[in-house]
């Protein structure tokens, strides 16, 4: 009956785990998309450069999800 009792306390962390999961990463997605739009409105765009490019594009393409968290440099 013990046995039963943890299977089950188990099975509502995994229920717990699994609801929240996509939750979590839709957020630090989010976060990461917002990272990367403000990096690319605060670039220097004197001479247009690679962060410039990266950012903007990583803005309009979904990809600033991860780009957001990557520092490069602005030079």
Do not use: S
């Amino acid at each position: 009956m013990k046995y039963l009792k943890l299977l089950k306390m188990k099975n509502k962390a995994g229920v717990v785990l699994i609801t929240f999961l996509p939750i979590l990463l839709g957020a630090a997605a989010l976060f990461g998309e917002i990272r990367c739009i403000y990096k690319m409105c605060t670039c220097n765009w004197e001479p247009i450069g690679k962060a410039e490019i990266v950012y903007t594009v990583g803005t309009f393409t979904g990809v600033g999800a991860v780009i957001g968290y990557i520092p490069i440099e602005d030079q």
